[in-house]
């Protein structure tokens, strides 16, 4: 099956390279987002690409946005991004593309917990607390919280780490007023977006989004959103026996690719989870690629 890793559309200027997106000028209003098929794992992209994975993310996060219409204006323009390539490149864009509004970012990621798991499970065993927000004692890693707490964090360079923040360092940041505007915003995609994956028998049990102002200072749900490169998906099938011993419960994420990582060896030692990343197998980029499969059937259906 073809894979796209890298885009080469000539007939727009790039703006940028993600780890997964090239973004492309339209006029001075709109960007071409064109998901690839690239994927990363400890913030190191990897060399080889997963068939489909940038059209099943396209597919899963316009899904989204309609679901959670009417929460908070998001940046889809509603035209059709094959219009504006030419007829040669129209296969890079087709399927795995937004067009979207160009906004101006804001510099903080909007992160939402409904459970304990990764660095909120480090951080909580440290101080009983997740960025400045305190929890109750004795939970356990992938417990359930009493309620869904947002915690920000600072967007990293590329290779690098994002940081957990408090609210109260958002709010130097960016202004109390805004803060909470993206909070409450948050938590409100979040609990929607999580109260339906439940009905699908799925756990989200983080999420992260990401917020722009328009030009008129409308805040605006831009980039990707609720995809398994952005969020925590457990099924829910599996959770209750992982949890009851300790463990990581199985996802939809990438913590299938995550977990052959830790095992990687090159040239005979561990690899040491910085570029380049080493090979990945046939059998690793089907198992990461029906991962993602899985995880929109279920979801929509399809």
Known sequence: MNALHTTSITSLPLLARGK?????AVGSDRILM???????????????????????????????????????????TGDAPEGVVTAAERAQVAGRSMLVKRLKPLPVEAVVRGYLAGSGWSEYQASQSVCGVALPLGLQNASKLPTPIFTPATKAEMGDHDENISFERMVSIIGEPLSIQVRDAAIALYVRAADYALTRGIII??????????EQGTLTLMDEVLTPDSSRYWPIEG????????????????????DWLETAMVSGKPWGKTAPAPALPNEVIKGTAAKYRDALRRLTGK
């Open 20 to 24: 997964v997106r090239d973004n492309y």
């Open 34 to 76: 064109v998901a690839s098929d690239r994927i990363s794992a400890f913030d190191v992209i990897m060399g080889e690409p997963i068939p489909e994975k940038g059209a099943l993310l396209t597919e899963m996060a316009l899904f989204w946005f309609e679901k959670l219409h009417g929460i908070v204006p998001n940046h889809l």
């Open 205 to 214: 049990a983080d999420t992260k989004f990401e917020f722009g102002l328009d």
């Open 239 to 258: 959770y209750e026996a992982a949890f009851k011993a300790g463990k990581n419960p199985p996802s939809y994420d990438k913590q299938f690719l995550r």
